[in-house]
């Protein structure tokens, strides 16, 4: 099947600095690609939906400014969490649709588990 | 808000079948009935999907009830490595715009004994 690949696969930042997390397909060109938060013992929420060459769409309560997504290319999407706190500390999850559409499966990446100190 | 809705945890016995249900009876003509599982610290990872003919592939079975309301996730013969969270997700087939988007309830999560 097809790949989407994820780093780093965890990371430590001090509170105040940026972090960045790339999410690559490998074998497939995704137009569009999404991410997700998932805290412990809770289930994945969708933060925003990155669509190749045009700005995101956040969703509810998730602030645009803080977390940076930027989708260049067809197999490259990245999220930038900007002046990360404690609270911030969390799972991250990217995925890309299969070029079929909505109708086809997704994939995801292996995930970043991101610990702010 | 998910729109489908699982128990919250399943246990098995190691090659045994196991039938993980999901109900979803506002679906509409157009979504497809997703699985995903989840081993712990790792991303989703797909299972199978359908829309209207039950379904085969090597990982599972996927039944669907003829009016769409609900469905179940049949493993065969569960095996340790199977444990895992698995969500039922319904996904509009329709190409473009959010509705897309895999929105995630709570799962149901299976445990398997040896």
């Known amino acids: 099947g097809a790949v989407v690949s994820q780093h780093p696969s965890w990371v430590i930042c001090k509170s105040g600095t940026s972090v960045k997390i790339e999410c690559r397909s490998l074998?497939?060109?995704?137009?569009?690609m999404f991410w997700y938060r998932q805290f412990p013992k809770q289930s994945l929420m969708l933060m925003a939906t990155?669509?190749?060459?045009?700005?995101?769409?956040?969703e509810q309560g998730v602030e645009k400014d803080k977390f940076l997504i930027n989708h260049a290319s067809l197999t490259l999407s990245t999220l930038t969490v900007t002046s990360a706190h404690p609270e911030d500390s969390s799972f991250y999850i990217c995925?890309?649709?299969?070029?079929?559409?909505?109708?086809?499966?997704?994939?995801f990446g292996q995930g970043t588990r991101l610990t702010v100190v | 808000d998910a729109k489908t809705t699982q128990p919250n945890s399943m246990e098995s016995n190691e090659e045994e079948p196991v039938h993980l249900p999901c109900n979803h009876s506002?679906?509409?003509?157009?979504?497809?009935i997703h699985w995903y599982r989840q081993l712990p610290s790792q991303g989703p990872e797909y299972v199978i999907h359908?829309?209207?003919s039950n379904v085969n592939n090597r990982m599972a079975s996927l039944a669907i009830a003829e009016d769409r309301k609900s469905s179940t996730l049949i493993l065969h013969r569960a095996t340790l490595r199977d444990a895992a969270v698995y969500y039922c997700?319904?996904?509009?087939?329709?190409?473009?715009?959010?509705?897309?988007?895999?929105?995630f309830g709570k799962g149901t999560k299976l445990s398997v004994k040896p």
């Open positions: 995925s890309a649709a299969g070029t079929g559409g909505w109708s086809t499966e997704a994939f």
């Open positions: 074998d497939f060109q995704a137009t569009t």
């Open positions: 990155s669509n190749e060459g045009s700005k995101a769409t956040y």
């Open positions: 506002t679906i509409s003509g157009t979504d497809y």
């Open positions: 359908g829309l209207t």
């Open positions: 997700i319904l996904r509009d087939g329709n190409y473009g715009g959010s509705q897309g988007n895999l929105i």
